[in-house]
Structure formats: structure tokens, C-alpha cells
């Protein structure tokens, strides 16, 4: 696939694949450090979006510096690479603490979160029976309505008496997220959300320092919230991750500009049908995804924005109206015409939500349009899939 002079350029890929511009990279990643920097807090990156080492050393000052994963296989795969301050944040399942415990045992921590107190119960009995540590949250419900303990609920305290009360656990304090903030349409919207969410985290802590319990975590987390909340006292952690590369619904709700997108989709124009006046190109359902969040904002986008192999915004907008699974259906507007998309054109996809592309993909080709039109890939970055 290399280019005559030896250097591997976009349009000597397959397509599709998926295509990370590091300068982009970059600059999201000191916007948020600069935003945690501000608020007196530190950043823990969420690595369930990029599952790669190479993206969260840019991430990490350092290799102490702690990250939280939504899987125990991305879990382990950056505890391979070095890693060894973590969060699982998925309410654990007690089928899963014996693969905790062998992923602590060359010394990582991996701290694991419930909202359940029978569940907390059977955290302790394990840690008995594995002869090992658990470090343990509890999940705070902020408002999402999806997952946590309201923190003035009195299963909170139940919850933190049996986690505080066992021999082999760490009660590692309390951690929420505003997911919710992805219903905002303003900044000021999002600063409302972000104080309800510190507030109500800071509130659990409070309540379980009361009985005698210390939160040695106070931990929140959405990219919105994290990087538009105006103070966060008493908060100890930021958690976000969406942030690092950013996507089409992110950027309607304010969270970036779309020019500051540094995950697309390389795809080949695949077939014209002039009579119906669009054309198709190889990536579909698969490759792109099928979440259609833009259908709820101002613009929406379809499957995807359509830019240059440059990574160019075309105008007038284009975007994938229709997915198959190995298809992408691209309608033609006024002032387009087939002419300007032969077959074999190499197009990308600009996503709507990046966490859902990039699942299907097991490495990043790298691109830095500081340096040239963009298109010589100067690294390919593995990443981890599976649970």
C-alpha cells in the first residue's frame, strides 16, 4: 500500500477505515487539561472512546495519572501497557470481581463501582473469600435517570455502611454522571447541569462523612459539564472522554467546532445513479454506525457529514442519508453533481457519535493536517475491542 516515495498516503488505504488527525488530537486534549486546570480539579481520561495506549499517553502527563475504562478487557490491555491507576465505570456484576482481582494482582488498582447494597454485600464476600482488595464507589444519580442512588436516599448510606464496614474493601468514594447534559442546547444550560451534578455528588459525600465514612474520590463526568462547569468545589476528579476526538452531535450541543473533529471515516465512492441522483460509497451501517443523535439538534447530518480526503467540509453540505450495511447512500444537493464524485473518490465520513464508529475498527491510520494537505499517514495506532 506504500506510496512510490515510501510514504503511505490516504489514498493508498482500504477503505473504509478510520483516519485520526493528531494536531486536532492534540488541541482538544490541552482544551480540556486547561478547562480541569481552571477548576482546581484533576483529569481522569476516559478511554471507552479511543481504546488506545498511544492516544492516552497524549492524554497523561504521566503514567500515574489514572484513567477510567467501560470495559475490563480495555481494563487489562492498559494495565499490560503500564498503566495502573483505574476506574471500571460500569456497576460491576459479581461474575466479574475474580477477573478484578487477577487484573489487580501485579498491582494495578482498578476501582469498581455498584448502586447496590446486596450487590456491595457480595463485593465484600469475595474479597474474603479471593483473599484481596476491592476498591469500591458508589454510582450518585445527578439527574440522568439511568443508573445510581439519588444522594439523599437512604439506600446511599446502606450502601456505604456495608462497603465501609468490610475487612477487605476500600471505600473509594462517590462518582456520578451527567449524561443528561447531552439534552442541553446552550452553555448556560449545560453550567445549570454541571452545578446539579456537582451538587448532588458533593451531597452524597457530605451525607456519608456524617456517619463517619470519608470519600476519598468525588468524581464527576460528561464532556459537556466538564468542560463548561463554572467551579467545581469540592469536586475532586473530572472524568470525560468523548472530549480527546470529538463528533457532529458534540459539536451542535457546543461541546467543539466541527473543525475540531479528529475522527473520520476514509470511505471510496462506489457506484452513481444519475437517475436517482445520488451515489453510494463503502462504508454503511458497519462502518459509520447507525446513531442518528443529529436528528435531535438543529443540523441534521443523517449518518454523516461527507468532507474531502483533505478533511475538508464540502459545500454545499452533503451528508449520508441512508445506511445498508456495507453501503452509505449520499443524495445529491444543488451546485453537486456526479462529475465531481468519480468512482474510487475518497471521501470522509465526519460521525455522528464517535464512541459508536470506532468500535468496529482496530486501529487508528494517522494523519497531522498541521503538516501538509494532510493525507501522509505518519503512524498506525492499535486499538482494543471486546469486554
Known amino acids: 500500500m506504500a506510496a512510490e516515495n515510501g510514504s503511505m498516503k490516504l489514498s493508498d488505504l482500504p477503505t473504509p477505515c478510520l483516519v485520526l ?3 486536532k488530537l492534540i488541541a482538544n486534549l490541552q482544551r480540556m487539561q486547561e478547562a480541569c486546570a ?8 476516559h ?6 495506549i498511544d492516544v492516552a499517553r497524549l492524554a497523561l502527563e504521566n503514567d500515574e495519572q489514572g484513567i477510567a475504562v467501560s470495559t475490563l478487557q480495555e481494563a487489562e490491555y492498559f ?4 498503566l495502573r491507576d483505574l476506574q471500571y465505570a460500569v456497576c460491576i456484576t459479581p461474575d466479574k470481581l475474580e477477573r478484578v482481582a487477577r487484573l489487580q494482582s501485579g498491582g494495578a488498582k482498578l476501582a469498581i463501582i455498584t448502586d447496590n447494597a446486596g450487590v456491595a454485600k457480595e463485593i465484600a464476600a469475595a474479597a474474603d473469600r479471593l483473599a484481596t482488595t476491592f476498591y469500591v464507589q458508589i454510582e450518585v444519580d445527578c439527574g440522568e435517570l439511568r443508573t445510581g442512588v439519588l444522594p439523599t436516599s437512604s439506600d446511599l448510606l446502606d450502601i456505604g455502611r456495608v462497603l465501609n464496614d468490610a475487612k477487605n474493601i476500600e471505600f473509594d468514594g462517590v462518582m456520578t454522571h451527567a449524561g443528561h447534559s447531552y439534552n442541553c442546547r446552550s452553555r448556560s444550560e449545560v453550567e445549570v447541569v454541571a452545578e446539579t451534578e456537582r451538587q448532588a455528588v458533593v451531597l452524597a459525600a457530605e451525607r456519608l462523612a456524617e456517619i463517619g465514612i470519608s470519600s476519598p474520590t468525588v468524581s464527576i463526568g460528561s464532556t459537556p459539564t466538564a468542560l463548561y462547569a463554572d467551579g467545581l468545589a469540592s469536586v475532586t476528579e473530572v472524568r470525560a472522554g468523548v472530549y480527546m476526538f470529538g463528533d457532529m452531535f458534540q459539536a451542535q450541543i457546543g461541546s467543539c467546532e466541527p473543525t475540531d473533529l479528529a475522527v473520520s471515516v476514509l470511505t471510496d465512492v462506489s457506484s452513481h445513479r444519475p437517475d436517482l441522483g445520488h451515489f453510494t460509497v463503502d462504508a454503511g451501517a458497519l462502518a459509520l454506525s447507525k446513531d442518528r443523535s443529529t436528528e435531535r439538534v438543529a443540523n441534521d447530518i443523517g449518518f454523516g457529514l461527507v468532507a474531502s480526503e483533505e ?3 464540502l459545500e454545499p453540505q452533503l451528508t449520508v442519508d441512508r445506511v445498508y450495511q456495507e453501503h452509505g447512500l449520499i443524495t445529491l ?10 468512482i474510487q473518490t475518497k471521501l470522509r465520513i465526519l460521525p455522528n457519535h464517535v464512541c459508536m464508529t470506532a468500535a468496529m475498527y482496530d486501529r487508528y491510520y494517522v494523519v497531522d493536517s498541521s503538516e501538509g494537505d494532510g493525507t501522509t499517514v505518519i503512524a498506525e495506532w492499535n486499538r482494543v475491542n471486546g469486554w
Open 21 to 23: 488527525d493528531r494536531s
Open 333 to 342: 444537493r444543488p451546485g453537486q453533481e456526479l462529475e465531481n464524485f468519480p
Open 311 to 313: 478533511g475538508q467540509i
Open 38 to 45: 481552571r477548576n482546581k480539579v484533576r483529569l481522569r481520561p
Open 47 to 52: 478511554l471507552k472512546t479511543a481504546k488506545s
Open 79 to 82: 494495565i499490560e501497557n503500564g
